[in-house]
């Protein structure tokens, strides 16, 4: 079975700094997804970056990219000009690549407080 | 467009009840999931339907949880009866095709209180 493990209960950053959220997973598959979701207090899942473990480049969205290392099975977030907006909690979470395994298993979270 | 569905946005009820969620996923959406997410951590899988079958539910506890996509649309998920460990946010997600090549969409979520 896949896990996926976020050691980082808490972070905090200042606005307009740099702030890096760890991520760490284990699985047997050679070809996944690997995503970060962002959940406000609104309860809602919204989808921040995606990456598709067949593909060496690292996702990048605007503000947010990642730093994707397969063999270590590493996928950490990096969030640029932190913004206030962007204070929630922070999953990541990983899905396999073929039909009935396409079920997300995510990490316990990061809280992510912005410091004005 | 809309986007998922769900309600009621809160729940409370006492233990050895029963309740009732609905959601309805995004129009032309296939795939339908039912995520458990208790607090403090992240969500977990209850069900995958694909249209109106049953894709996944080995996380589902058969003997008091059932979920229903009648025509490949709507769900119901329920529980009875409720025990005081059911407290949590029940998120209903969907996606236009089965797969990670298209993005799973999340609703707000009911957020279950059992006394």
């Known amino acids: 079975a896949q896990t996926v493990t976020q050691s980082q209960p808490e972070m905090s950053v200042q606005e307009a700094e740099t702030v890096t959220l760890s991520c760490t997973y284990d699985?047997?598959?050679?070809?996944?997804?690997l995503f970060w979701y962002k959940q406000p207090p609104s309860r809602q899942m919204i989808l921040v970056i995606r990456?598709?473990?067949?593909?060496?480049q690292n996702a990048t969205e605007n503000r947010f990219s990642v730093n994707f290392q397969k063999a270590a099975k590493s996928f950490s977030l990096k969030i640029s000009d932190s913004q206030l907006g962007d204070a929630a909690m922070y999953f990541c979470?990983?899905?396999?690549?073929?039909?009935?395994?396409?079920?997300?298993?995510f990490g316990t979270g990061t809280r992510l407080t912005i410091i004005p | 467009e809309a986007g998922v569905a769900q309600s009621p946005r809160y729940k409370i009820i006492e233990k050895r009840q029963s309740v009732a969620f609905w959601c309805n996923p995004i129009?032309?959406?296939?795939?339908l999931y039912w995520y458990q997410q208790i607090l403090g951590q992240g969500p977990k899988l209850l069900i995958q339907?694909?249209?109106?079958?049953?894709?996944?539910d080995s996380q589902l506890p058969k003997d008091r949880f059932s979920a229903e996509r009648l025509k490949g649309v709507d769900s119901t998920l329920k529980i009875q009866p409720a025990k005081l460990e059911d407290s949590a946010v029940y998120l209903c997600?969907?996606?236009?095709?089965?797969?990670?090549?298209?993005?799973?969409?999340f609703g707000q979520g009911t957020r279950l209180t059992v006394v």
């Open positions: 129009s032309g959406h296939a795939t």
């Open positions: 990456q598709e473990a067949y593909k060496q």
């Open positions: 339907f694909q249209n109106n079958g049953v894709v996944d």
């Open positions: 699985t047997s598959e050679s070809d996944y997804y």
């Open positions: 997600a969907s996606s236009l095709t089965p797969g990670m090549n298209t993005e799973a969409f």
């Open positions: 979470a990983y899905a396999g690549s073929n039909f009935g395994n396409e079920k997300l298993t």
